[in-house]
C-alpha cells in the first residue's frame, strides 16, 4: 500500500504542476494539455480505488489513519478536477463570446436585413449542460449527507434499543430474585405452620394424659 499510496500522491503532485501551465498554453494546444490532465486524473482515482481496498485490509490499528490518508487524496484530486472543469468552462465561455464578438463585427446589416438575430444556442446549451452537471454534483452531494444522517440516526436508535434491552434483561433478574425469594419465604412458613400444629398436637396431648 505503501508504494501506490505514494506513487498516488506524486501523480497528484504533477498534475498540480500541469494546471499551472493551463494559462500560459497558446489555445491552438490547451485542449491537448487539458486531455492530458483529465487522463492523468482518471488514473489517479483508478488508483485510489486500489488503495481503499487495501486501506480496508489494514490491521484494525492501522487501518483508520490509512483511510484517512486515501482520503486526503481523494479531496486533493477532486480539487484538481474541479479546478479543470472550471478553467474549461471559462474558456468556452470565452471562446464563445469572442466568436459572438467576431461574428457581429463581421456581419453587414442592411435596412432590408430582417434577420439581425447572433446565433448562441451553441453556448446556452453548453451553459446548461455545464449547470445540470453542477446541479448533478450538488444532488450527489446531499444525497450522500442525507444518507450519513440516516446512518447516525439508526445508530442513535440502535443504542437506544440495546440500552433498553439490557434494563429489561436486569429487571427480569431482579423479578426472578424477588419471586425465588417469595418462594422460599412461602416454604418456611408452611415448614414453621406444620412445626406448630405438631407442637401443639404433643402438648394437648400431655395435658391430657397427665393433668385428666
Same mark, same amino acid.
Given at each position: 500500500m505503501e508504494s501506490l499510496y505514494h506513487q498516488t500522491n506524486k501523480h497528484i503532485q504533477e498534475v498540480? %504542476?500541469?494546471? *499551472?501551465?493551463l494559462e500560459r498554453t497558446e489555445r491552438q494546444s490547451v485542449h491537448l494539455l487539458e486531455n492530458e490532465l483529465q487522463a492523468?486524473?482518471?488514473?489517479?482515482?483508478n488508483h485510489l480505488e486500489r488503495l481503499e481496498i487495501l486501506a480496508s485490509k489494514e490491521p484494525p490499528n492501522r487501518r483508520q489513519n490509512a483511510k484517512l490518508r486515501v482520503d486526503q487524496?481523494?479531496?486533493?484530486?477532486q480539487h484538481l478536477r474541479t479546478a479543470l472543469q472550471n478553467f474549461q468552462h471559462r474558456r468556452y465561455t470565452r471562446e464563445a463570446q469572442e466568436r459572438e464578438r467576431e461574428e457581429l463585427m463581421s456581419r453587414t446589416f442592411t435596412t432590408n436585413d430582417a434577420d439581425t438575430s447572433i446565433p448562441i444556442d451553441d453556448t446556452l446549451q453548453l451553459n446548461s449542460n455545464?449547470?445540470?452537471?453542477?446541479? *448533478?454534483?450538488?444532488?450527489?452531494?446531499? %444525497? *450522500?449527507s442525507n444518507i450519513l444522517n440516516g446512518?447516525?440516526?439508526?445508530r442513535s436508535t440502535l443504542k437506544g434499543t440495546h440500552k433498553k434491552m439490557l434494563d429489561l434483561a436486569n429487571m427480569l433478574g431482579l423479578s426472578n430474585t424477588v419471586m425465588r425469594l417469595i418462594e422460599r419465604r412461602a416454604t418456611q412458613d408452611k415448614l414453621i405452620m406444620v412445626g406448630g400444629m405438631l407442637l401443639t398436637c404433643v402438648v394437648m396431648f400431655l395435658v391430657v394424659r397427665y393433668l385428666a
Open positions: 498540480q %504542476s500541469l494546471m *499551472g501551465n492523468r486524473i482518471d488514473q489517479i482515482f487524496l481523494k479531496y486533493d484530486v455545464l449547470h445540470n452537471a453542477h446541479q *448533478g454534483m450538488d444532488d450527489l452531494l446531499g %444525497s *450522500g446512518l447516525r440516526d439508526q
